[in-house]
């Protein structure tokens, strides 16, 4: 396995300008995130309460709030992010409530949420098994998890075709190449990595399945808890 599954660092998030940069060069990305939205919001009923946790400057959670009547709240540990998404929220006429806090400790009572979503943040947490028995706390029985991450089996010509077809900029392009390359690769899980940290979380297992440069993670809280 992993030899840094329990990883010996605290979490912290980016701030000031490497925060804006990222939300800059992210904004790239905004077809895959309405993509994500589009797929989120097909699973979800009137009314869910989802929750995204590491939403970064937001933009998942308020193209999924455009999509249906849904409660969407973002949980990250970064304040610059946090006041980001909410202002981008308010320019957006939807209602996402942002607030900051750490994935391994969440901020909410035990089953307040349908649905809990993660994109391209878990390789990053400190302590992804505490993350993912959080998540499981906050869900109501019957909810699921979906995280969506980086793989760890990536080739590098799937990162550069991936960065291409973002249409960024020459020098955006580059850093996000190099940041890939000698950090988010690095950081990543396998899919066995997967199923292993979800056989010794509170979720007990998970469905894995890969998509393009990620893989998709599902967990599921079962009704009779």
Known sequence: MHKDLARARKDSGMEGWMARWYARTRRNDMLDFENEADKVAARLRPGAE????APGPGWFSIELAKRGRF??????????FVEMAQASAEEAAVKVRFRQGNAADLPFADGSFDFVYCSAAFKNFADP????????????????????????????AEIDDYVR????????AWITKQVFRHTLINRAYTADEFHHMAAISRFGDCEVKPDLIALDVTLKKSRLV
């Open 129 to 156: 098994v505490g993350a993912l028995n959080e998540m499981f706390r906050v869900l109501r029985p019957g909810g699921e998890a979906l995280i969506a991450d980086l793989r760890r089996d990536v080739l590098v």
């Open 165 to 172: 077809r973002s249409g960024r900029t020459a020098f955006d």
């Open 71 to 80: 409660r969407v709240t973002g949980l990250d540990i970064s304040h610059t």
């Open 50 to 53: 989802v929750l995204e946790v």
